[in-house]
């Protein structure tokens, strides 16, 4: 018995699926993994991979980035948690809201999830509605008010999760992305919107990028109706650039979600938005938000240094470049091998969609065949590769990845593509 399947057993006798989310399962056996350094891992049996999932997205300077473990070595240094507030926790706050267009003021939690939570909330609290609207496709954390998914025939929700209230869902309605009509639509019919939310580039479901045009709809039609836009960039923040997909669109919400880089590794969230609506938050408004780690100087102190290692030495260039290249080395080898497929990207991220030519919404997505990426993803994990598990999740590059490492990416994919064919 390997290593990681002796783990795997100790660990499902403790912890439901013997992991402690959902994604990391997979049979007959997750690998454990030990150490990660730079844009690799090492497993609990010695085995090495490049890391192409980058723990589903905050290591965009990969592994262990000694700038980053310099930070948090001194921070460490001085304690973990205090209870009060921290310069370096303001140090973060000014330098998002220095980069982001939106963050006129800023407050951070411990997760995505809490940030896209505490932001519909504060949203419902500043209109005074109840109702809110996402995309079908777009994750938005695990609680009640996100874990909901189009009803039949209706934009009215319906739970997504046992546990989650219908009463609850029925206030979370649901509109296709890319389709701006679709939610000028809903919004004539409800005027209980209290917001959108969305994921700028879908990122849950694959890599879905924003039609052109579509984001500035959106905002077009989201002001008209006097409803508050919030991005989810929990994903796409400080990755797609130094200011997230709004920057990079140029497209200004009036709230932001982050998480995942913000916190250099460790857990950080962060919402964010216009000066008149944040106010609304406790102590200085109504609406109460809390969290005892919320600007956690660790996480702080590491995700500061990631964004000032990404934001120098035309770093985000280089990512991208590096990434584009990967991207057209994978389109090219499906299309030499005759294998049907898409290869959807925005910056660092992307994702293979097989047996569809474009994706363009969730609905396209969900049609993948996702035999096919499994596939990819134990022919992978055997040539010392590691990919997502799931087949709608993104692969991440980072600073990290070489040219020569792309070079053995772009190999490994050919092996897989030639094998297939054959």
């Not at 409800?190 to 990028?209: F, K, S």
């Not at 944040?278 to 780690?293: C, D, H, K, L, S």
């Amino acid at each position: 018995m390997s290593r990681s399947a002796e783990l795997y057993a100790r660990s499902s006798a403790v912890t439901p699926g013997g992991v402690s989310s959902p994604v990391r399962r997979y049979e007959p056996n997750p690998v454990f993994i030990e150490s990660g350094s730079g844009c690799r891992m090492t497993d609990a049996d010695g085995r090495e991979y490049i890391d192409l999932c980058m723990a589903y997205g905050p290591l965009v300077t990969g592994h262990a980035h000694p700038k980053v473990m310099d930070a948090v070595r001194e921070q460490l240094s001085k304690g973990t948690v205090y209870g009060a507030p921290s310069e370096t926790e303001l140090k973060l706050i000014e330098r998002i809201s220095k980069e982001v267009p939106c963050a006129d003021m800023v407050r951070l939690s411990n997760s995505g999830t809490e940030a896209t939570m505490h932001a519909i909330r504060v949203a419902r609290g500043f209109t005074g509605r109840d109702n809110i609207v996402k995309m079908n496709g777009g994750f938005h954390g695990a609680h009640d008010a996100a874990l909901v998914q189009a009803g039949s025939g209706s934009n009215a929700g319906v739970p997504s999760s046992k546990g989650v209230l219908a009463d609850t869902a029925k206030h979370t309605h649901t509109v296709e992305y890319n389709d701006a009509q679709a939610l000028s639509d809903l919004l004539e019919k409800d005027d209980d919107i209290a917001c959108v939310i969305m994921e700028p580039v879908l990122g849950n479901v694959g890599v879905v990028p924003p039609k052109d045009g579509y984001l500035w709809d959106v905002r077009r039609i989201t002001k008209e109706h006097d409803v508050v836009l919030i991005f989810d960039e929990v994903i796409t923040g400080f990755r797609v650039s130094s200011g997230g997909a709004q920057k990079k669109y140029g497209v200004t919400p009036d709230m932001t979600t982050m998480a995942k880089i913000i916190g250099g590794g460790f857990p950080a969230g962060a919402f964010m938005g216009r000066r008149d609506i944040m106010e609304n938050v406790a102590p200085q408004g109504p609406v109460y938000v809390a969290g005892t780690f919320a600007g956690n100087p660790v996480s702080a102190a590491a995700g500061l240094a990631q964004i000032d290692v990404m934001c120098s030495d035309g770093n985000y260039a280089t990512l991208d470049r590096r990434s584009d290249r990967l991207v057209r080395s994978i389109r090219d080898t499906m299309a030499d091998a005759g294998v049907r497929g898409c290869v959807n990207s925005v910056g660092s991220m992307f994702c293979i969609f097989y047996g569809i030519d474009e994706v363009t919404n969730a609905t396209q997505a969900t049609q993948t065949d996702r035999a096919m990426g499994d596939r990819l993803f134990r022919y992978m994990l055997e040539h010392g590769v590691y990919v997502p598990p799931s087949a709608l999740e993104d692969d991440f590059l980072s600073i990290a990845h070489t040219d020569e490492d792309v070079a053995q990416l772009e190999e490994a994919f050919k092996g897989f593509f030639s094998e297939v064919k054959e």
